[in-house]
């Protein structure tokens, strides 16, 4: 089965833009997760969505939003970037039931200017 | 909320020294702990789960990892490093239903 995949891989935007980033989950996963990767503040739970529908949240502002298609592909997007948005993006999918095994993709690295 | 800790941030060591990389959780229910790697340049991996049943479980490349539930811990082994094992290392948990990291652990193996 192909993994996790993400696109772009990289993206380079300048304060203030929006950016939305795309995640296709692994064949027959119903739920993604999405996780910010700072140096600083490691790896933070973003939302996950099951069913086209969000599941559960992070402590992240509202700037920070995402959506489920009905073929389990997701997005997320990030309005009026800052500086500190600066982070790999990772996205992770598993089979949907609670505490199942989350597979990651590689990222989508983003930098703010 | 949950928490997971890693105390080690960086841990330097030669091929085949042993490795023991602690992590300790905050909450006292049910968990799904893991183990996961993210070797430079690439994405991250599994390295072993625990679930339920022995508390004692193996993973790849060697790797095992024991829960001990009295100190809320899940401990990541080998008994002999390899220089290919270099690569960031992250405990999580799953609880409240997300999986929440702890802030990894860099591994430097030197040949």
């Known amino acids: 089965k192909a993994g996790v995949t993400q696109t772009p891989r990289y993206l380079i935007k300048t304060r203030g833009q929006q950016v939305t980033l795309s995640c296709s989950p692994i064949s027959g996963h119903r739920s993604v997760s999405w996780y910010q990767q700072t140096p600083g503040q490691g790896l933070q739970f973003l939302f996950e969505?099951?069913?086209?529908?969000?599941?559960n949240k992070g402590n992240f502002p509202g700037r920070f939003s995402g959506r489920q298609f009905s073929n389990s592909r997701s997005e997320m997007n990030v309005s009026t970037l800052e500086l500190g948005d600066s982070a790999l993006y990772l996205c992770?999918?598993?089979?949907?039931?609670?505490?199942?095994?989350?597979?990651f993709g590689p990222g989508t690295r983003l930098l703010v200017l | 909320a949950q928490s997971v800790s890693q105390h080690n941030h960086h841990v330097i060591l030669s091929e085949a020294a042993s490795l023991e990389l602690g992590c300790n959780y905050s909450?006292?229910?049910?968990?799904?702990l893991f183990w996961y790697v993210q070797y430079p340049g690439q994405h991250l991996q599994l390295l072993l789960k625990y679930f339920s049943g022995d508390p004692l479980v193996k993973g790849i490349k060697g790797f095992e990892a024991e829960f001990i539930k009295s100190k809320f811990s899940f401990n990541l082994r080998k008994p002999s490093v390899q220089w290919s094992d270099t690569a960031e290392y992250f405990c999580?948990?799953?609880?409240?239903?997300?999986?929440?990291f702890g802030t990894g652990t860099r591994l430097t193996i030197i040949p």
């Open positions: 992770a999918s598993s089979l949907g039931h609670h505490k199942e095994t989350q597979y």
């Open positions: 909450y006292g229910g049910t968990v799904n």
């Open positions: 969505y099951f069913s086209e529908t969000q599941r």
């Open positions: 999580a948990v799953n609880s409240d239903e997300k999986l929440t």
